[in-house]
C-alpha cells in the first residue's frame, strides 16, 4: 500500500506525512526489539522533520538512532553493517515538493518486497512503547568517504572532472573525493539547496553539465540525482551516456581485466536490445529483470554477478556496494577515461520514451483498450522491435517505451499509445 519499486516516495505533506514517518520507525521496533538504526538524509527542505519523525518512531518504540544528516543514499547502505537497519530520507530524481523513506537491512540492501509488505502491517497497529536514543554523528560519513577513496589504486592527476550533483546529497563529498584523487575539479548545481534539487540539474537536466564539459575543455563529466544513486555521463565532445551506454563500458572494462563475473551482466527490460547485441559480439551474457534497481541486484545477488545496472543511471558494482552508487561509478569511469578505453562502439536500436501524468495508474494500466492496443502493436514490431507500457514505482505516470526500425516509427507509435492513455 506504501512502499513502490524504491521505497516510500510522495509529495510531502500530501500523500507523504510525518505521521507516516513515525509509524516507519516505530514498525521497525516491531519486527526487531530495540534495533539499531542509522538515518541520513539528502538536501530537501523536508528533510529534517521526516528524518526526525521516522527518528521518533524509532525511539518510542526502544530502539536507538545515528542520524549523519545529509548523504548519498549509498553512504547510508554502506554504513549499515553496524546497525540493524539503514533509513534515507530522499526521493532521489523528483522534484522539491517531493521525498521518501529507503530502508535497508544490515546488509546495507534495500528490503524486498515481502519484507516491505510486512512492514507494513505494523503502520496501523498499536504502537511499541518504550525508551530509546537519538544522537546525531556527522562524524561517520568520514567512513564512507574512506571507502570510496580506496576502491581505486589510480590517481587522477591531470584528469579534468565536472560535477553536476543537482543540489543534493553528493553536494559537498563528491567534489572532496575527486579532488582528493588529484583531478582538476568544476562544479554545477553543488550547493546545499534543497528547495532547488533537481531543478534544472542533476541526471534528468545534464545541459549545464555539457555547457561546463565543454567550457572547461574537460575529460569528463558526470550528473548525479538528489540522492547519487544514479549517474549519467557526458565526455569531452558532450555527448550523453546513459545508464546503458554506462553498462556496455564498463562491462567490456572489467571482462577485458577478467574481472566481470560469468561474463554476465544485469540489465532490465528497459535496456535497449541493441547494448544487448553489442554485449554478446564481445561474449558478454545480458540477463534483463524488471525495471527496478532492486530487482536487479536481487537478481545480481542471485547468480552471484558482479555488475548491473539500469538505463535511467542505477549502476551497481556489487564488488564494492550493495546499491547503485553515483560517486563510485563516476571513480570506475575516470580509470576507463584515464586508461583511453572510454568508448561506445554499440548500435542502439531506435527507441522512443514518453511519460504520462495520470490520476490512477493502475486503473489506466489495467484498462482493456490500451492491453490491446500494446498487443496490436507488439505483434506488428516482432522480431524487429517492442514495447514497454508500465506503471511508474515512483510516480503517478505510466512510462511508455517503444523501440522500432526507425525513430520516426518509434516515436510515432508512442504517441499512438499515449492518446489512447489520455482518451481512456
Not at 22 to 27: E, K, M, P, S, T
Not at 117 to 146: C, H, M, N, P
Not at 325 to 340: F, M, P, R, S
Not at 371 to 399: M, W, Y
Amino acid at each position: 500500500m506504501y512502499f513502490g519499486t524504491d521505497g516510500i516516495r510522495g509529495e510531502y505533506g500530501k500523500t507523504l506525512t510525518h505521521s507516516l514517518a513515525f509509524c516507519v520507525g516505530n514498525a521497525l521496533t516491531q519486527i526487531k526489539k530495540r534495533p539499531k538504526v542509522i538515518v541520513g538524509t539528502d538536501t530537501r527542505t523536508s528533510r529534517d522533520i521526516l528524518a526526525l519523525s521516522v527518528s521518533a518512531g524509532i525511539v518510542h518504540g526502544g530502539g536507538s538512532v545515528v542520524n549523519v544528516k545529509i548523504i548519498p543514499t549509498a553512504g547510508i547502505s554502506f554504513l549499515c553493517k553496524d546497525f540493524d537497519f539503514g533509513i534515507i530520507i530522499t526521493a532521489s530524481h523528483n522534484p522539491p515538493c517531493y521525498n521518501g523513506i529507503k530502508v535497508f537491512n544490515s546488509n546495507g540492501q534495500k528490503l524486498s518486497d515481502s519484507e516491505e509488505e510486512y512492514l507494513e502491517q505494523f503502520f496501523s497497529t498499536t504502537l511499541a512503547l518504550d525508551s530509546g536514543i537519538y544522537r546525531e554523528d556527522e562524524s561517520l560519513k568520514t567512513k564512507y568517504v574512506q571507502h570510496l577513496l580506496k576502491s581505486t589504486d589510480m590517481k587522477f592527476d591531470g584528469l579534468k572532472v565536472c560535477i553536476d550533483a543537482s543540489n543534493g546529497a553528493a553536494y559537498k563529498i563528491a567534489p572532496k573525493i575527486f579532488k582528493e584523487l588529484g583531478a582538476t575539479v568544476y562544479t554545477t548545481a553543488c550547493h546545499n539547496r534543497g528547495n532547488k534539487i533537481n531543478v534544472g540539474c542533476g541526471s534528468l537536466n545534464i545541459e549545464n553539465l555539457q555547457t561546463e564539459v565543454l567550457k572547461n575543455k574537460a575529460d569528463i563529466g558526470f550528473a548525479f540525482d538528489g540522492d547519487a544513486d544514479r549517474i549519467i555521463a557526458v565526455n569531452k565532445n558532450a555527448e550523453v551516456f546513459d545508464g546503458d551506454k554506462l553498462l556496455y563500458i564498463l562491462a567490456k572494462h572489467l571482462k577485458k581485466s577478467n574481472q566481470l563475473y560469468a561474463d554476465s551482466v544485469v540489465g532490465t527490460s528497459q535496456t535497449n536490445r541493441g547494448i544487448m547485441e553489442a554485449l554478446n559480439r564481445h561474449k558478454i551474457n545480458l540477463i534483463r529483470t524488471d525495471v527496478g534497481d532492486k530487482y536487479v541486484i536481487e537478481a545480481m545477488e542471485k547468480m552471484n554477478l558482479n555488475l548491473g545496472g539500469e538505463q535511467s543511471g542505477h549502476i551497481i558494482i556489487k564488488n564494492y556496494a550493495q546499491t547503485g552508487d553515483g560517486i563510485l561509478t563516476a571513480i570506475k569511469l575516470c580509470e576507463v577515461v584515464a586508461q583511453n578505453n572510454f568508448v561506445f562502439d554499440a548500435k542502439l536500436v531506435p527507441q522512443a520514451n514518453i511519460d504520462v501524468l495520470v490520476k490512477d495508474k493502475l486503473k489506466v494500466i489495467n484498462n482493456e483498450n490500451l492491453k490491446n492496443l500494446i498487443t496490436k502493436i507488439s505483434n506488428n514490431l516482432e522480431p524487429f522491435g517492442r514495447v514497454l507500457v508500465r506503471a511508474s514505482g515512483t510516480e503517478d505516470k505510466i512510462r511508455i517505451m517503444v523501440e522500432a526500425p526507425n525513430v520516426d516509427q518509434a516515436q510515432s507509435l508512442a504517441l499512438e499509445i499515449e492518446k489512447q492513455i489520455k482518451e481512456g
